[in-house]
């Protein structure tokens, strides 16, 4: 049940206008960046084939899963996956897929079939002392078929041949694919607008070759592409919600962390909080930036030794608050009046004066989501934070600064930021006004 303080304070906070729809627009963002998987992904969410259902966005598979002759992940936009999901690509001779019969039809012919030509026997001599008698050495046969296939022991041959298609694969099946069909690491190639890399999202003339380029629409990317190729849309919507988790956890665990050594300092005093001082002034003391550059010298850069680098100084602030709120409430009559009868220390700060002390907690902490996101953004915006290519607005707000001209860039990653840092404050300032006697008062 809650207090009847508390229900007055959360009434407060729905009553300002602008900090409730903030709320709101926030929230709409986490839900629908969350899922990002779901939004953008170079993988199919869901495909029928052969009376089976895939989950590719969530699982990996191999070709040979849809009947296919290969054991690596399948290009799921190849006009080769397309037709054996579809049921067009027939299975030839011995069982082989069409394109490797193409192949074997070189070296093996039957009456009606490609003749060999000098160039053919050649080869043939190379791995074979029998030129025309390939069944008779499959292992010449897969040399040869070595060169096509990068990975040649994946089939062999002897399997393949003896192998007869499975009716049930050759239905006609379907693919489900997310409104991007692109993850934050997936590069274009083969673009039909004209570019691959820096493509913008409306037709545009190159003014060093003079070539006029499509609107990159044509191959499915909403924001063009950045300097190498990848979906800034794909990009952002992945950056966001590393950056919004990202700042959520630093939060939490420095306000947890500065709670803590705030209240041990507070409650106790004396030479434990002296002592305490002392050493969060030294520690303090320290420049966080020159900290971070040393140990990401000596570390291999990640999400998570960033994470643990910012959390060795973050906590600070939020100490110095409760370390005030605790020595002021281990004074008070109820504090007294349950030390008298027998309450443990760690019962006192628990139930007595950390509910009473939830004002700063509560009033800073969307405060320190957005310091935790800037610290990010910074980080990666000069070089010190996740390596490529994992998703990050800071990155992003650097090649819109080497690419000035591409403006599909900067100015979506400016409004996101921004715009997300802004809502984060109209939060925070209704919760301070909320949790705040005082500014309630005038």
Known sequence: MLSPELKDNVRQFVHDNRARRSLIVLGILCVLTLPAELLCNSRPLLIRHGGGWYVPALKRYTELDFGGSRQLEPDYKSERFRALISGERTAGKAGLPDSDVAILGEFDPEPGDVALTEESQAILRDFDPEPYDVQASPIGAQAILGEFDPEPDDVPLQEVASSKPDPAMAGKGWMLWPPVRYDYAAISTDSESGRDALAAPWAQTIPASGL????????????????????????????????LLFGLSLAISSTLVGCMLGAVQGFFGGWVDLLGQRATEIWSSLPQLYLLIILSSLLTRSITILF?????????????????????????????????????????MAHHILPNSLTPIVTFFPFSVTGGILALVSLDFLGLGVPSPFPSIGELLAQGQANLHATWIILPTFLLLTGTLTLLTFVGDGLRNAFDPRRRRL
Do not use: C, P, Q
């Not at 629409?217 to 952002?236: E, P, Q, S």
């Not at 608050?321 to 020595?327: I, K, Q």
């Open 212 to 243: 006029r380029t499509k609107s990159s629409w044509i191959d499915g990317h909403y924001l063009g592409t950045d300097d190498r190729g990848r979906d800034v849309l794909a990009r952002l919507v992945y950056g966001f919600r590393v950056s």
């Open 308 to 348: 643990i680098i910012l959390n060795l100084t973050s906590w600070i602030g939020m100490a110095a608050y409760m370390r005030a709120e605790f020595l002021r409430g281990r004074n008070l009559e109820y504090v007294k009046a349950a030390r008298a009868l027998g309450v443990s220390n760690l019962s006192i």
